[in-house]
């Protein structure tokens, strides 16, 4: 019994900024990981940012140097800023959490439209 939940999406015009959060909630021992996807109609889902419970990060290159992951431990969230927002940032975005002796569990998402 894990529940994922997303917010923080909306709409927002280019060049502007957005903060993503999730937070899980339910019984379990440890997150060993928490990551960020996001999801096109019509396309795969691509993998965005990832963050482990000792704070180790890493980016896809599309993001790099506008994104930021983040996590808080003790209420079990993470983060994700988006700044300089690009039209073809636009997606669902989707967290997962990787958690110890049960697997992966996924949020129902959130949507991000950046307007030109």
């Known amino acids: 019994q894990v529940q994922v939940v997303e917010s923080g999406g909306g709409l927002v015009q280019a060049g502007g900024s957005l903060r993503l959060s999730c937070a899980v909630s339910g019984t379990f021992f440890s997150i060993n990981a928490m990551d960020w996807y996001r999801q096109v109609p019509g396309k795969q889902r691509e993998p965005v940012a990832i963050?482990?419970?000792?704070?180790?990060?890493n980016y896809a290159d599309s993001v790099k140097g506008r994104f930021t992951i983040s996590r808080d431990n003790a209420k079990n969230t993470v983060y994700l800023q988006m700044n300089g927002l690009k039209p073809e940032d636009t997606a669902v975005y989707y967290c997962r959490a990787l958690v110890s002796n049960l697997g992966a569990y996924w949020g129902q998402g959130t949507q991000v439209t950046v307007a030109s």
């Open positions: 963050i482990t419970s000792g704070g180790s990060t």
